[in-house]
Structures are given as C-alpha cells and as structure tokens.
C-alpha cells in the first residue's frame, strides 16, 4: 500500500502546546510525519537546532510514526529528499492565512505535485505563538499551560541560569520575579 508522508516544518523556537496538538493532528492522518526544524544560520534564536531537536524529540517519543529531523534550504526540495507528498501547516487565526497561503502558492508553484494540508490546532491556543511565548518568558511572565513542561523548564534554565545552577534555594519570591530582579541588577 501507499504510505503518505507528511513533513511538518518551521522554526519551534521553542516548540508549544500549540506545535503538540498539530504534530498529535497530523500523526492520525498520515503515515509517517517528519517535524522538519530549519536551520536557519542567519536568525538568533533562542534554543540552537541540537536543543529544539532534544526536545522536540522528547516530546514526540510516543509517537511511533512521527520522527524529528533539520533541514535548510527551501522545504520542498527537502520534501523531494524524504518522499514527501505533504507539507502540514497549522493556522491558528484568519491572520495566518495571508502568510500561509502565499508560502503554500509558493512551493505549489516550486513542487505542483506537493500538496500543503492545513490543520487547526484547538481554540485554547489559538492566540499561541513561539514569538510571544518567548517574550514573555523573557519578561518574567508565566508560560505555564502554553509549552511542556519541559519547555517550561528549559526555558527557566536557559533565561535564569541561577534557577539551573539551584542558587535561590531560601528565597521566596516567584520565579519571575527573581527573573527580574536578576535581569534588573
Ligand atoms: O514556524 P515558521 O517559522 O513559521 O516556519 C516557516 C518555514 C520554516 C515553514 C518557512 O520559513 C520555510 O519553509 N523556510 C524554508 C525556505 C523556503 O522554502 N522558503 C520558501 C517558502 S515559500
């Protein structure tokens, strides 16, 4: 029989509640899904390609026909390398339609054999993006909710590394506002 594979790319910097429900999505409806993270040397991004694949695969283990891979250059040449005849996209609000239809209309002009499936992740995180969950850890909000708990983790240990290194042991002040008051000192 034809097995249908399906490459989910993007950034995850760092992978959501939101990028989980898309990849639980799109594991029902094809055979094999790739979550393709681009390497992409000319952003800064917050966790470097090796953490968002440790996490990333982490957090996929459970699904035995999903599997996390990096790429550069355009998708749907790395498409064309795996034997891929999907590309999944989620859209989350009528805004990421323009963006995400002009990217489709793209590789369709690229790879016409390539069909992009959009998927909807559920409501409660239609407002949730990397760029925003990124923000506000950075400002000391909570991010609770939004990313695994590992993300949550890491992104305690990456942004506070006196969280990591336990150096608050007696303190009693939350853990963003400890964020700040080092971020202010
Ligand atoms: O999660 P993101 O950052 O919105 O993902 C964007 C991504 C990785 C899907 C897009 O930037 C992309 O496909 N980049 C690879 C280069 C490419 O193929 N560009 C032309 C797309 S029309």
């Not at 509640?17 to 390497?39: M, P, Q, T």
């Not at 250059?73 to 009528?94: E, F, M, N, P, W």
């Not at 790879?111 to 239609?126: D, G, I």
Request: glycine content about 6%.
């Amino acid at each position: 029989m034809h097995k249908t594979t399906a490459i989910y790319p993007g950034s995850f910097d760092p992978p959501t509640n939101g990028h989980l429900d898309l990849i639980e999505r799109g594991s029902k409806i094809f055979d094999e899904l790739i979550v393709a993270i681009l390497r992409n040397p000319d952003k800064d991004p917050l966790f470097n390609v090796s953490e968002r694949v440790a996490m990333l695969e982490a957090l996929t283990g459970q699904y035995s026909n999903v599997r996390v891979d990096t790429f550069d250059g355009l998708t749907v040449d790395y498409a064309d390398r795996v034997g891929a005849s999907s590309v999944l996209r989620g859209i989350r609000a009528l805004s990421d339609y323009e963006y995400e239809l002009q990217m489709a209309l793209m590789n369709r002009k690229l790879r016409p054999e390539l069909e992009t499936v959009f998927m909807m992740p559920a409501e409660k995180y239609s407002y949730l993006s990397s760029r925003l969950v990124r923000e506000v850890a950075q400002l000391g909000g909570s991010v609770k909710g939004l990313v695994p708990e590992l993300v949550e983790q890491n992104l305690r240990g990456k942004l506070d590394p006196a969280f990591k290194l336990g150096e608050f042991p007696h303190d009693t002040r939350s853990e963003s506002r400890k964020f700040r008051a080092r971020k202010k000192a």
